[in-house]
């Protein structure tokens, strides 16, 4: 996603008790930090923040971390809510930072919600779904964890399915047209509107290791 500069971005930022001025220093104090013990989901590439934001309010037992790279999108996420959602927290940093962020086992669930498809041959790896990002996900879970991935992309998702079997993902939820599924808790981004209104198919996966399928079925928010 790429939006124009804003020249109010850096004031934002500052200001917005949504977004966190020094994230690294909340490795393993994430609990202190929500002032609670509710389980952490996080979002890469969480745009302009609305997926999260309607899940905060829909779920205050779950606390949401959203994770962008741009400066003046996170602050237009930042902005945009409009009461304070004590389980919402935003991070301006690079996904590959995960670990620097977190300790492992901190947080259980990643959201990949249109992750850029680098569609050229040379730049798979760069891919959030590359098999090399995808062990590094499984370093900062830990021993178990789930990753919900959603996408207009076909070659991304078909790219996504085999390295998720590569790498010993348990699937379930596999739709190649989420809005004609039977899914009912689906939360939709500011992209999936978009590609919704203009009659496009999203595709959609869960993935998980260490976790019993009698663990994960029903509303797709789990059951801790």
């Known amino acids: 996603m790429r939006i124009r500069k804003k ?6 930022l500052a200001q917005n008790s949504h977004v966190i001025q020094d994230a690294p220093g909340l490795k393993g104090k994430w609990a202190e930090y929500f002032g609670n013990e509710n389980p ?4 890469i590439g969480c745009g302009k923040g609305g997926f999260l934001r309607k899940n905060a309010e829909a779920y205050p037992h779950i606390n949401f971390v959203g ?3 741009q400066m003046s999108v996170v602050a237009v996420a930042a902005r945009r809510i409009e009461e304070e959602l004590p389980n919402l927290a935003f ?5 590959k930072n995960l670990l620097e962020l977190f300790a492992v086992g901190e947080f259980q669930r990643l959201y990949l919600n249109f992750s850029d498809p680098w569609p050229k041959k040379r730049t798979y790896k760069r ?12 370093g900062a879970f830990g021993k178990k964890g789930e990753i919900f991935f959603k996408t ?3 070659g991304l998702f078909e790219f996504s399915l085999n390295e998720f079997c590569a790498d010993n993902w348990k699937l379930s939820n596999i739709s190649l047209d989420l809005h004609h599924s039977d899914y009912k808790e689906n939360i939709m981004t500011e992209y999936e509107e978009k590609f919704s209104e203009q009659g496009m198919p999203i595709y959609r996966l869960e993935a998980r290791y260490g ?3 009698k663990e994960t079925e029903g509303n797709g928010i789990g059951k801790e």
């Open 152 to 154: 207009d992309n076909r």
């Open 127 to 138: 891919r959030l779904t590359y098999r090399g990002y995808l062990q590094s996900y499984r």
């Open 40 to 43: 952490i989901y996080v979002e």
């Open 7 to 12: 020249p109010w971005a850096e004031e934002e």
């Open 211 to 213: 976790i019993e399928t």
């Open 67 to 69: 994770i962008e790279r």
């Open 91 to 95: 991070v301006l940093t690079d996904a």
